[in-house]
């Protein structure tokens, strides 16, 4: 059975850092892309990084390049978001995210891209 477990949220004062980690089980991790998500309240969730299934091409969206790092390692099915300079902004649960990848050499920050989802951790920014 298919399983993403988040970890690594808590909280942080604003310029901190947060490294996010997502354990993938139950499917060939080299086969999907990985996403990144959050949802703040009262807002939809968005797209923040993904990574294709072979790791050789990520996506950022605009408000956390040069801030957030995505990486993964398929040996240990687990896919990370390094995020510095955190800001208040960036407060929101975080959800990981898998979708079919084998073959594409770019990823979309797209929820409808995406077929399994974790739980969400979520990451405060706060004085």
């Known amino acids: 059975q298919w399983q993403l477990v988040e970890f690594g949220g808590g909280s942080v004062e604003p310029g901190g850092s947060l490294r996010l980690s997502c354990v993938i089980s139950?499917?060939?991790?080299?086969?999907?892309?990985i996403g990144w998500f959050r949802q703040a309240p009262g807002k939809e969730r968005e797209g923040v990084s993904c990574?294709?299934?072979?790791?050789?091409?990520?996506n950022y969206a605009n408000d956390v390049k040069g801030r957030f790092t995505i990486s993964r390692d398929n040996v240990q099915k687990t896919v990370y978001l390094q995020m510095n300079s955190l800001e208040p902004e960036d407060t929101a649960v975080y959800y990981c995210?898998?979708?079919w990848g084998s073959g594409r050499t770019m990823c979309l920050l797209q929820t409808n891209e995406y077929d399994y989802w974790g739980q969400g951790t979520q990451v405060t920014v706060s004085s």
């Open positions: 995210a898998a979708g």
């Open positions: 139950g499917f060939p991790l080299d086969l999907y892309a």
């Open positions: 990574i294709t299934s072979s790791g050789g091409t990520t």
